[in-house]
T-cell receptor, first 112, second 113 residues
Framework: GQNIDQPTEMTATEGAIVQINCTYQ??????LFWYQQHAGEAPTFLSY????GLEEKGRFSSFLSRSKGYSYLLLKELQMKDSASYLC?????????????FGGGTRVLVKP | DTAVSQTPKYLVTQMGNDKSIKCEQN?????MYWYKQDSKKFLKIMFS???????INETVPNRFSPKSPDKAHLNLHINSLELGDSAVYFC????????????FGDGTRLSIL
């Protein structure tokens, strides 16, 4: 089976940096996604990592270590609009096709 | 302009009824999905279709029947609704390929009375 763990909730101050960790155990690992989901809205794609290392995209960066089964999402210069849930999702190869499995999400609350 | 659209946005109905949710994507994607997000916010895959063919069926009760008339549409029919079916159902689509992000619809909030 698959196991994806991430903290339930984090609080940070506007302008600060927050790091959301995600650990996973899976067979047939084929990449890791981060999605953002505002309350009552659809998840939206943030980043994809398949090789070890850091991918930077503006204020958001995502890191992957395949050997450790570990990823993090780094949010810099936090803004109030960054208050949302952040979902870690692992894609794994199955006989029928690729399957995306989500963690429970980390709710980030940005305070003034 | 809407990329993945699903209807209705809200669905309130009695236990035992049958209901359908429709989904359409105008992105030209080959693959479509149905997810269920429960009250604890876990997003779980239910079905995946590629070019109208079912490729993933995740031990969902057979009261749930997806139908894909063409690759731009994936509808979900639910028979004999139960209290535990209350959730938000998301449709999504993507291009083929493990590195392709999924694009989600706005969700259908299903409440069973």
């Amino acid at each position: 089976g698959q196991n994806i763990d991430q903290p339930t909730e984090m609080t940070a101050t506007e302008g600060a940096i927050v790091q959301i960790n995600c650990t996973y155990q899976t067979s047939g690992f084929n990449g890791l996604f981060w999605y953002q989901q505002h309350a009552g809205e659809a998840p939206t794609f943030l980043s994809y990592n398949v090789l070890d290392g850091l991918e930077e995209k503006g204020r958001f960066s995502s890191f992957l270590s395949r050997s450790k089964g570990y990823s993090y999402l780094l949010l810099k210069e936090l803004q109030m609009k960054d208050s949302a849930s952040y979902l870690c999702a692992v894609i794994s190869i199955k006989a029928a096709g690729n399957k995306l499995t989500f963690g429970g999400g980390t709710r980030v609350l940005v305070k003034p | 302009d809407t990329a993945v659209s699903q209807t209705p946005k809200y669905l309130v109905t009695q236990m035992g009824n049958d209901k359908s949710i429709k989904c359409e994507q105008n992105l030209g994607h080959d693959t479509m999905y149905w997810y269920k997000q429960d009250s604890k916010k876990f997003l779980k895959i239910m079905f995946s279709y590629n070019n109208k063919e079912l490729i993933i069926n995740e031990t969902v009760p057979n009261r749930f029947s997806p139908k894909s008339p063409d690759k731009a549409h994936l509808n979900l029919h639910i028979n004999s609704l139960e209290l535990g079916d209350s959730a938000v159902y998301f449709c999504a689509s993507s291009q083929r390929g493990e590195d392709q992000p999924q694009h989600f619809g706005d969700g259908t909030r299903l409440s069973i009375l």
